[in-house]
Each structure stands twice: as C-alpha cells, then as structure tokens.
C-alpha cells in the first residue's frame, strides 16, 4: 500500500526553522513535497498572484534531513498550494500542512495569516488540510514540546479524514521547554487588534509609516483557543471557509427589497 502523499508549505519562507522541523515530523507519516515561498509572506492572507508572472524552482535546502522533492515559488503562500496541485505534484495529495508558523495564528490572527490560508486553499480544492502554529516569533524557537501532538493530530486526519469544508487550525503554546498539558477542540476567541500607526519621516522628507497594535481580548469564555494556550494546551479550532452568516438570513429576508 503506498504511504500517504503529504504537501507542505508555509508563509514564512522555504528555509524557515518551523517548515524545516514540520517535514522531519512529515516523513515519519509520509511521502513529502514542499512547495513554499521563497521569502517570508507572513501577514498575506489569502491573496494570490494575478498580475505579474510565478517562478518555481526544485531546490536542496538540507540534503539530510530535507524532503526529496522541495521547490521554492516566488509567490505567496496561498499561490503555492494553486501551483503544487496543478503543475508540480505527481498526483493529488491525501494531506497539506501549512507551518509551523512562528507566531500564533489563533483568535483573530487566522484573518490575516498566510500560513492558514495555504491550508485554507487546499481545503476549497477537497483535500484534508492543518494549519499548525507555535506562539514564538524567534527564529531560535523550540518545536520539540509540540511534536508528538503534531504527528497525533496528523494521523488522525489522515486516518478518521477532516469533515468536508473544515481545515484545522492548531497553535502550540510556548511553553519554554516544558510538556504540552494536552489538547484542547475550541472555538475561536472573539478579539481586535487595537491598531495605530507609528508616523516617521525618511532622510530624503517623506512621510512613512510602521504598523503597530496590542491585541484585545473580547472573550472570557473557557472554551477558547486563547484560553487553552493561556493554559498551556494545544488548541485545534475547526476553521470553516464559507464566510456565509447562516444565523442571519431569516433577518435579512424581512428587509424590503424587492418592492
């Protein structure tokens, strides 16, 4: 019986240390292609590349401990996946993972996070897809507390299947070298970024600006992503891609619009 044919890719770029580390987890479960950007897309959310051209490359990033087939793509996160499954995979994939992002991608953040819109793309396509993140932004983070959940999760998408029209979105907290307390099915907190825009001018007399924010937590519920990772749980929220507000439309239907 051939092994499972598992797609990775990420937002924060080819040889990133969380993509490095989620396609050794990968070969343990599976047969593995990488197709990620080649620079760092984080923040992209699920834009994809529709007026200039994309460039793909089969590259060697570690020869060791690397995938046999890995290719870098000059676009973001959610064009990768696009690429991979029309023009660069053997065949369909039983699975996508996207990760491990480093940075949290719960709550609010899954709006605008690269890393769960790749997965998000596979799963519009029908296949089974997982986002995965570690809440540490460092280049240097440590992913080994989150192994064993990640190879769990894994193999039981692979072998229960994810439900039709869910990806997941699983965040690792950090938890500084000391074990997961286990693993959390939540819903997403409710939260905001309190956004503002640090103003500066360059040498040359033109206004720019950096973006800044703290975030807001809304939601004091324990059933939470954000309080499962406050607790030193892995949580796995079941992300769904139709944005239609079902609750809603027997309100909307009493408006007057067709007369």
């Known amino acids: 019986m051939p092994k499972p044919l598992i797609l ?9 240390p969380g993509l ?13 292609v990488v197709v990620a950007p080649d620079s760092p897309q984080s923040g992209m959310g699920h834009a994809i590349t529709i007026d200039s051209t994309l460039y793909s490359k089969k590259v060697v990033i570690d020869s060791e401990h690397g995938a046999p087939e890995e290719y870098s793509c000059s676009g973001t996160p959610a064009d990768c996946v696009k690429l991979a499954l ?44 997982i986002g995965f993140s570690l809440c540490d932004y460092s280049w ?78 809304l939601d004091k519920g324990k059933d939470t992503d954000h309080w499962a990772l406050s607790q030193g749980y892995i949580s796995v929220v079941p992300t769904m891609f139709d944005l239609t507000a079902h609750h809603a439309i027997q309100d909307l239907n009493n408006w007057t619009l067709n007369e």
Request: aromatic content about 6%.
């Open 8 to 16: 990775i890719t990420n937002d924060d770029g080819i040889t990133a």
């Open 20 to 32: 490095r580390m989620l396609i050794r987890y990968m070969k343990e479960l599976g047969d593995v």
């Open 86 to 129: 029309q023009e660069l995979l053997p065949r369909r994939p039983d699975l996508c993972v996207s990760g491990i992002n480093h940075g949290s991608n719960a709550s609010i953040n899954v709006i605008y996070s690269g890393t769960m819109s790749a997965a998000i793309e596979a799963g519009i396509e029908g296949i089974p897809a």
């Open 140 to 217: 240097e983070a440590d992913f080994s507390p989150g192994r064993e959940a990640i190879l769990k999760i894994t193999r039981e998408a692979l072998e229960q299947g994810i439900p039709q029209g869910v990806v997941l979105n699983v965040n690792i907290p950090r938890t500084k070298g000391e074990p997961v307390n286990g693993i959390r099915i939540c819903r997403q907190a409710r939260a905001n970024w309190k956004e503002k825009f640090d103003k500066r001018m360059s040498p040359g007399g033109k206004e720019y600006y950096w973006l800044t924010g703290e975030f807001e937590l």
